[in-house]
């Protein structure tokens, strides 16, 4: 019995692994295409077999980059946003402070700051995703944005679609797009303070009501605890 | 003076003779009509502000934000299995088909994959979403055009999708029923062949309305050659779902590029397209997609493996730390979630691509030089749901 399984696996093995190298090199060809035309502007990428292709470019070479994408086939404009990875200084609970000061629970740590994949120096970013449909691929970019100076070159003149999410992003980070035709608050009312998305807005609704989440926790019907952790 | 900038300032007086004149022959003036935000042909609170000289659309403007929830905002306070009930609200007529993409990236995430039960199961109350989402489009289109026997139809043949929804989730309208590894429940006894008997009833349905809407004369004089957007103008514009295939873009991510922890592959159905891009190609495909989708739920009912419906996971669910997007092909178009965690129970940041908030931008581009009865067209067939694209 465990020589057929051992058998079976030695089997499968090899074809598993021939398909994920070959996946993988499609993506590395696609990285190497953009780092042959954007030069040192590629600082940084990621790649997970099988799945996405992550690429970090300086922010000059913003615009540039959605150019040569377009160029190589990735014609579908998918998203654009930002990421604050500023560790949230109001923790990261599911609990309202509130509730935390009251049962006298310790003040945390806030954790690192530190960036996902690709990299990156600064604490904001934006990124964004194209797609390809002849190649069925997409590329997730990314740029950093200098904390002095939040401002990048607008995408909005390769893709028509990058008009709206680059007002949405400007509106939730305080982002500014260079070039864009008509940069005002696309969900926010016109004289709104703050930026929404920003690490440290606090959502005001989690700091000042209890959350009942936290008063009415009864146990989780069947079973004991013991069952459900399994791995 | 150059020549280009010559030539650019005859242009802007020939415009503008051009504008004197229409508003001479006419005696008309530029006038700014606000539809919304409470208008019956905006499907809640979308307000647009179209600029008119006479009859003709000069510019129309959509203001969003109505009803933002700011779910971007929330979700970074809420656990993963907290989350589901929130993006279930984002394309209210779909909801299940909301959970999918968000349940499969952060199943991607934690490495864990359903069953092939849950999976059979989650394609076909996918699909079932999908026909309910677009079978009240397809009513709806035709009451904003003066088809009123339609919606009654539709929304009387809704219900047997909705109560087969209902029936094996609880929910009629917000299931909340995929968990991260596999589903809340199995199905209950004789779902299935209440369902195939539901999705008989919706293929006559589709016949019907083939008849009674898409084949009427005032109908296609409404819609066809209104609003057409041409394939590239689509592809930038980041359109999906039925109003890119009416493009003519063969792409369906159901079949090109479907994440794993759906089933597609295990029915033999097809993708349409049609080359027009205007109101009619987008309602057609439409009709035609609901009738695929009830024969890919036909073929699926018949094959559900047996087993378990749940993976083994843990109790309390914390995401291992990385980034993952996980894209689905919704009733509405592409729909995503890109999650980034940092290993804890919450997520550090979810950014939500709905399908709605592109489909809509396309509005100032292609409304331009419509006619303001067309708007109503133009705004109903690009099909969008307020919350999806609000959030």
Partial sequence: MSQLSSADTTTETPAEEATEVEIDERRQAVLDELTARLGDAVVGSHIRPGDDLWVRVERAAWPEAAQVAKALGYTWFDFLSGIDWLPSPFGRDMDAQVDLQVSGAPVKEPAPLVQGYAGGDTRFQVFARLYSIAAGMGIHFKADLPDDELSIGTWSRTYFGADWHERETAEMFGFHFEGHPHLVKLYLPADFQGFPLRKDFPLLARRVRPWPGIVDVEPMPGGDESEGEGE | ??????????????????????????????????????????????????????????????????????????????????????????????????????????????????????????????????????????????????????????????????????????????????????????????????????????????????????????????????????????????????????????????RDSC???????????????????????????????????????????????????????????????????????????????????????VPFRVKIRSASFNNISVVPWVARGAYVPDLISILGSLYFILGDIDR
Avoid at chain 2, 11 to 38: C, H, I, K, S, Y
């Fill in chain 2, 259 to 345: 994440p794993p922890g759906l089933v597609y592959d295990q029915a033999d159905w097809k993708v349409w397209t049609h080359p027009d891009g205007d109101c009619f190609g987008r309602t057609w495909v439409r009709l035609q997609e609901t009738r695929e989708a009830a024969l890919i739920v036909k073929q699926l009912l018949d094959t559900i493996p047996s087993g378990p419906v749940m993976a083994k996971v843990p109790r309390i669910i914390k995401v291992p730390e990385g980034e993952a997007y996980v894209e689905t092909e919704n009733p509405l178009g592409a729909m995503g979630y890109y999650i980034i965690s940092k290993g804890d129970l």
């Fill in chain 2, 1 to 254: 003076m150059t020549a280009t900038s010559d030539r650019e300032q005859i242009a802007a007086l020939a415009a503008r003779a051009n504008d004197n004149r229409v508003n001479l022959d006419f005696e008309t003036e530029g006038m700014t009509l606000n539809m919304g935000p409470q208008h019956p042909a905006t499907h809640g609170t979308l307000r647009i502000v179209a600029r008119l000289d006479g009859e003709q659309v000069i510019s129309a403007e959509p203001v969003p934000g109505y009803m933002h929830r700011g779910y971007e905002k929330l979700v970074e306070v809420r656990s993963y299995p907290q989350i589901n009930t929130l993006v279930n609200r984002i394309d209210w007529l779909g909801s299940f088909a909301n959970e999918v993409p968000f349940i499969l990236a952060a199943e991607k995430l934690m490495g864990v994959e359903a069953p092939p039960r849950a999976q059979w199961i989650r394609t076909i109350l996918f699909e079932m979403s999908r026909i309910a989402n677009i079978s009240l489009f397809l009513g709806d289109y035709g009451l904003q055009l003066g088809a009123m026997t339609a919606g009654f139809y539709a929304f009387r043949d809704r219900e047997h999708v909705l109560n087969q929804i209902e029936a094996a989730t609880g929910g009629r309208f917000h299931p909340n029923f995929d968990r991260i590894g596999g589903l809340k429940d199995d199905l209950p006894k004789g779902w299935i062949t209440d369902s195939h008997r539901a999705m008989d009833k919706l293929l006559a349905f589709c016949d019907e309305l083939d008849d009674l809407l898409v084949g009427n004369e005032i109908f296609q004089s409404r819609t066809r050659g209104i609003g057409v957007i041409p394939r590239d103008i689509a592809l930038s514009y980041g359109l999906s779902g039925a109003n890119l295939r009416a493009s003519g873009v063969d792409w369906d991510l159901r």
